[in-house]
């Protein structure tokens, strides 16, 4: 197993010579390290199936059930299709997901700590995956933003993201929204989560799930928010991952913001997501890592 660490303060390591199917648990481990140093992992010219792939996902953590069924493979729940190519004939998956700023399942209480991704049919024309570091984001935050996040909670929700499918067909629109927030309620968390293993600190917000500041009145959450996501998303911040045939992408989202590429009209794309749980909280309060590193030394 060859490893290539990125420069300091960059994200994304790079894993080569490896057949991922028969890593060993000392290689399971020193991955997963990569994955909290670096928060993005490539592993190259990688050849696997459906099986294999599952198998390597179980060796990194506890796979993911996506609550919604119509994002399965119709043979493997674990996996999360997005493709906007038919199988055998029948719609597969679903097409164009997470073409903005997110961080997978934020909306949840307990949100998605890994996500694994494989592509299958790569687009011809545009082929990258976009990436926001906001460990990083949240060294350089300026103190006017600062002072809007810090000690704060934020509100996350499913709702506005929601993808209408075949059976909401003659339904009002507020009848489709009010049953998909029964089912996905909104969730808060802190605004700056400490990392569980690294303890740094990581300002946990995106623009696609993130809605308002706790306590604030909406107008001053749509200004706050988007003053936010202006310095958040600027140019400088984003890392771009360009796909090759045989990558295998598995990134940290305590700690990245992730975007999809469009596909152009006519081209197809077809990739396998898989959620992993690490066994770990998905953060820890600031407060008990400050009491942890204020505990006298013997
Ligand atoms: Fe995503």
């Known amino acids: ?27 399971i ?21 459906e099986d294999q792939y599952l198998e390597f996902a179980r060796k990194i953590g506890t796979p993911q059930i996506y609550p919604q069924d119509n994002y399965h493979h119709p043979d493997y729940p674990e996996i999360f299709v997005s493709s906007n190519v038919p199988k ?4 597969f998956g679903v097409r164009g997901t997470g073409r903005y700023w997110h961080t997978d399942c934020a909306f949840l209480a307990e949100p ?10 790569l687009p011809s024309s545009i082929r990258e995956t976009y990436y926001i570091d906001m460990q990083q984001v949240y060294k350089k935050l300026p103190s006017k933003l600062r002072s809007y996040v810090d000690e704060k909670y934020l509100v996350h929700e499913a709702k506005w993201r ?8 003659d339904r009002a629109v507020i009848d489709i929204m009010n049953d998909f927030e029964k089912k996905f309620p909104p969730v808060k968390h802190p605004a700056i989560i400490t990392h569980p ?53 598995l ?5 990245l913001n992730h975007k999809a590429s469009i596909v152009p009209e006519g081209e197809k794309s077809v990739s396998y997501r898989i959620g992993l749980y690490d066994g770990l909280p998905f953060y820890v309060s600031s407060k008990r890592v400050k009491e942890q590193s204020e505990m006298p030394t013997k």
């Open 29 to 49: 481990n020193i991955i997963k390290q990569l994955v909290y140093d670096y928060k993005l992992v490539v592993f190259r010219d990688q050849n696997l199936n």
């Open 251 to 255: 990134w940290e989202n305590r700690t």
């Open 88 to 91: 055998d004939g029948k719609k």
């Open 162 to 169: 929601y993808k209408v499918q075949e059976w909401d067909i």
């Open 197 to 249: 293993v690294t303890h740094e600190k990581i300002l946990y917000m995106n623009q696609g799930f993130t809605t308002g500041i706790v306590g604030l009145n909406y107008e001053t959450n749509q200004e706050l928010l988007q003053e936010l996501f202006s310095f958040i998303e600027c140019e400088e911040h984003i890392h771009t991952h360009v796909w090759k045939d045989g990558d295998i992408l």
């Open 112 to 121: 998605l700590p890994f996500t694994m991704l494989y592509p299958q049919v």
């Open 1 to 27: 197993m060859k490893i290539n660490r990125p420069p300091s303060e960059c994200i994304g390591a790079e894993i080569l010579d490896v057949d991922v199917v028969s890593v060993m648990e000392a290689e």
